[in-house]
Protein backbone atom coordinates (compact mmCIF):
# COMPACT_ATOMS: atom_id res chain seq x y z
CA UNK A 1 0.00 0.00 0.00
CA UNK A 2 0.82 3.50 -1.14
CA UNK A 3 0.89 6.63 1.48
CA UNK A 4 1.75 10.25 0.57
CA UNK A 5 2.72 12.63 3.28
CA UNK A 6 2.68 16.35 2.81
CA UNK A 7 4.20 19.32 4.33
CA UNK A 8 2.82 22.41 2.89
CA UNK A 9 2.13 24.33 6.15
CA UNK A 10 6.33 25.31 7.22
CA UNK A 11 9.22 25.99 5.21
CA UNK A 12 11.24 24.14 3.73
CA UNK A 13 7.99 22.43 1.93
CA UNK A 14 7.84 18.11 1.80
CA UNK A 15 6.63 15.38 0.15
CA UNK A 16 7.20 11.91 1.12
CA UNK A 17 6.28 8.52 -0.56
CA UNK A 18 5.89 5.15 1.61
CA UNK A 19 5.17 1.89 0.59
CA UNK A 20 4.41 -1.17 2.66
CA UNK A 21 5.75 1.17 5.52
CA UNK A 22 9.08 1.62 4.20
CA UNK A 23 10.23 5.14 2.57
CA UNK A 24 10.33 5.08 -1.30
CA UNK A 25 11.09 8.51 -1.92
CA UNK A 26 11.11 12.26 -0.28
CA UNK A 27 11.17 15.65 -1.72
CA UNK A 28 11.88 18.70 0.43
CA UNK A 29 12.04 22.02 -1.23
CA UNK A 30 12.06 26.22 0.10
CA UNK A 31 8.51 27.29 0.23
CA UNK A 32 7.36 30.42 -1.23
CA UNK A 33 4.09 31.92 -2.68
CA UNK A 34 4.67 30.63 -6.33
CA UNK A 35 5.51 26.92 -5.22
CA UNK A 36 2.19 26.86 -2.96
CA UNK A 37 0.12 28.07 -5.97
CA UNK A 38 1.68 25.36 -8.00
CA UNK A 39 0.95 22.51 -5.21
CA UNK A 40 -0.14 19.96 -7.61
CA UNK A 41 2.08 20.41 -9.92
CA UNK A 42 4.91 19.48 -7.46
CA UNK A 43 2.45 16.67 -6.38
CA UNK A 44 2.11 15.51 -9.55
CA UNK A 45 6.16 15.75 -10.79
CA UNK A 46 6.89 13.93 -7.56
CA UNK A 47 3.92 11.15 -8.26
CA UNK A 48 5.61 10.51 -12.02
CA UNK A 49 8.89 10.17 -10.97
CA UNK A 50 7.94 7.75 -8.84
CA UNK A 51 5.60 5.90 -11.55
CA UNK A 52 3.22 6.30 -8.93
CA UNK A 53 -0.62 7.66 -9.66
CA UNK A 54 -3.35 8.74 -7.36
CA UNK A 55 -5.01 6.02 -7.90
CA UNK A 56 -2.70 3.89 -6.11
CA UNK A 57 -2.61 6.26 -2.84
CA UNK A 58 -4.35 4.74 -0.19
CA UNK A 59 -4.29 8.04 1.86
CA UNK A 60 -2.70 11.45 2.07
CA UNK A 61 -1.28 12.87 5.33
CA UNK A 62 -0.81 16.77 5.84
CA UNK A 63 0.17 19.61 7.84
CA UNK A 64 -2.95 22.03 9.14
CA UNK A 65 -0.59 24.82 10.75
CA UNK A 66 0.51 26.38 12.50
CA UNK A 67 2.44 27.76 9.53
CA UNK A 68 2.09 30.15 6.79
CA UNK A 69 -2.00 31.03 6.65
CA UNK A 70 -1.42 31.53 2.97
CA UNK A 71 0.49 27.98 2.56
CA UNK A 72 -1.91 26.27 4.67
CA UNK A 73 -5.27 27.80 3.18
CA UNK A 74 -3.85 27.02 -0.57
CA UNK A 75 -2.45 23.29 0.18
CA UNK A 76 -5.64 22.16 2.13
CA UNK A 77 -8.06 23.43 -0.95
CA UNK A 78 -5.33 21.40 -3.53
CA UNK A 79 -5.69 18.48 -1.02
CA UNK A 80 -9.17 18.30 -0.96
CA UNK A 81 -9.53 18.49 -4.57
CA UNK A 82 -7.45 15.92 -5.06
CA UNK A 83 -9.56 13.69 -2.39
CA UNK A 84 -12.61 14.12 -4.29
CA UNK A 85 -11.30 13.71 -7.28
CA UNK A 86 -9.33 10.09 -6.50
CA UNK A 87 -11.57 9.58 -3.75
CA UNK A 88 -8.56 9.28 -1.37
CA UNK A 89 -8.74 10.03 2.73
CA UNK A 90 -7.29 12.53 4.18
CA UNK A 91 -5.16 12.81 7.31
CA UNK A 92 -4.53 16.35 8.90
CA UNK A 93 -1.82 16.33 11.67
CA UNK A 94 0.02 18.92 13.56
CA UNK A 95 3.11 20.61 12.05
CA UNK A 96 4.49 20.08 15.89
CA UNK A 97 3.64 16.85 16.36
CA UNK A 98 4.80 16.40 12.57
CA UNK A 99 8.35 17.64 13.89
CA UNK A 100 7.77 15.15 16.37
CA UNK A 101 7.42 12.15 14.59
CA UNK A 102 11.41 12.80 13.35
CA UNK A 103 12.54 11.71 16.12
CA UNK A 104 10.16 8.52 17.19
CA UNK A 105 13.10 6.35 17.74
CA UNK A 106 14.68 8.63 20.85
CA UNK A 107 12.68 8.31 23.77
CA UNK A 108 12.85 11.45 25.73
CA UNK A 109 10.73 14.65 26.65
CA UNK A 110 10.62 17.22 23.39
CA UNK A 111 9.84 20.72 23.08
CA UNK A 112 8.48 21.63 19.69
CA UNK A 113 8.67 25.36 18.71
CA UNK A 114 7.75 27.11 15.33
CA UNK A 115 7.67 30.72 15.12
CA UNK A 116 3.91 32.54 15.61
CA UNK A 117 2.71 35.32 14.61
CA UNK A 118 4.95 38.94 15.71
CA UNK A 119 6.72 38.18 18.78
CA UNK A 120 5.12 35.02 19.86
CA UNK A 121 5.87 31.26 19.12
CA UNK A 122 3.67 27.99 19.05
CA UNK A 123 5.08 25.41 21.68
CA UNK A 124 4.41 21.73 22.09
CA UNK A 125 5.47 19.58 24.52
CA UNK A 126 6.00 15.73 24.01
CA UNK A 127 7.26 12.65 25.46
CA UNK A 128 8.23 9.65 22.95
CA UNK A 129 8.90 5.99 24.31
CA UNK A 130 8.82 3.07 22.48
CA UNK A 131 8.30 4.61 18.97
CA UNK A 132 5.32 5.76 20.73
CA UNK A 133 4.15 9.45 21.02
CA UNK A 134 2.40 11.26 23.70
CA UNK A 135 1.14 14.68 24.16
CA UNK A 136 2.35 16.17 27.43
CA UNK A 137 0.26 19.64 26.96
CA UNK A 138 -1.75 20.58 24.29
CA UNK A 139 -0.40 23.70 22.05
CA UNK A 140 -0.09 26.88 23.47
CA UNK A 141 1.56 30.09 22.55
CA UNK A 142 4.77 31.69 24.49
CA UNK A 143 5.69 35.68 24.05
CA UNK A 144 9.64 35.62 23.51
CA UNK A 145 10.11 36.91 27.20
CA UNK A 146 7.74 34.52 28.65
CA UNK A 147 10.29 31.95 26.61
CA UNK A 148 13.42 33.48 27.82
CA UNK A 149 12.31 33.56 31.72
CA UNK A 150 10.95 30.28 30.96
CA UNK A 151 14.16 28.78 29.92
CA UNK A 152 15.92 29.43 33.31
CA UNK A 153 14.08 27.28 35.47
CA UNK A 154 15.05 24.53 33.25
CA UNK A 155 17.66 22.45 35.24
CA UNK A 156 17.87 18.52 33.64
CA UNK A 157 18.60 18.25 29.96
CA UNK A 158 16.11 18.68 27.78
CA UNK A 159 15.22 18.81 23.69
CA UNK A 160 13.91 21.57 21.93
CA UNK A 161 13.25 20.87 18.16
CA UNK A 162 11.53 22.93 15.57
CA UNK A 163 12.53 26.49 14.31
CA UNK A 164 13.53 29.07 17.06
CA UNK A 165 14.09 32.43 15.80
CA UNK A 166 17.73 32.97 15.49
CA UNK A 167 18.24 35.45 18.32
CA UNK A 168 15.99 33.41 20.38
CA UNK A 169 17.95 30.32 18.97
CA UNK A 170 21.08 31.76 20.40
CA UNK A 171 19.70 32.87 23.76
CA UNK A 172 18.59 29.19 24.18
CA UNK A 173 21.98 27.33 23.33
CA UNK A 174 23.69 29.21 25.56
CA UNK A 175 22.48 26.82 28.38
CA UNK A 176 24.46 23.56 28.63
CA UNK A 177 21.03 21.72 29.72
CA UNK A 178 19.39 22.13 26.03
CA UNK A 179 19.43 20.58 23.22
CA UNK A 180 18.15 22.42 20.62
CA UNK A 181 17.98 20.08 16.96
CA UNK A 182 16.60 22.38 14.00
CA UNK A 183 13.94 20.35 12.13
CA UNK A 184 10.46 20.90 10.18
CA UNK A 185 7.96 18.55 9.23
CA UNK A 186 8.82 16.19 6.53
CA UNK A 187 6.42 14.25 4.33
CA UNK A 188 8.01 10.81 4.86
CA UNK A 189 7.35 10.34 8.86
CA UNK A 190 4.24 12.31 7.46
CA UNK A 191 2.97 9.78 5.48
CA UNK A 192 4.36 6.59 7.75
CA UNK A 193 2.47 7.84 10.82
CA UNK A 194 -0.87 8.38 7.96
CA UNK A 195 -0.20 4.22 7.54
CA UNK A 196 -0.70 3.31 10.71
CA UNK A 197 -3.70 5.92 11.01
CA UNK A 198 -4.89 4.29 8.22
CA UNK A 199 -4.40 0.71 9.26
CA UNK A 200 -5.76 1.61 12.52
CA UNK A 201 -8.90 2.24 10.69
CA UNK A 202 -8.71 6.20 12.03
CA UNK A 203 -11.20 8.71 9.96
CA UNK A 204 -11.66 12.49 9.51
CA UNK A 205 -14.10 14.27 8.35
CA UNK A 206 -12.81 17.62 7.06
CA UNK A 207 -15.92 19.27 5.96
Known amino acids: MLFLGLNFSVDPFSIGLIKDDKLISEFSFNGSYYITE ?13 NVSFDKIKA ?9 YTSIRVGISVIKSISKIHNIPLYPICSLEAIALN ?6 IF ?11 NCQVFAIKNNSISYLTPTFVWDKL ?24 EKAIEYSNINYIYSYPRGGAIAMNTCELYKNKVSFDLD
Open 146 to 169: VFLKKIKLFKSKIRFIGQLPSDIK
Open 111 to 121: FAFLPGRQTNL
Open 103 to 108: FKSISN
Open 38 to 50: NLIQEIDEFLIKN
Open 60 to 68: IGFTNGPGS
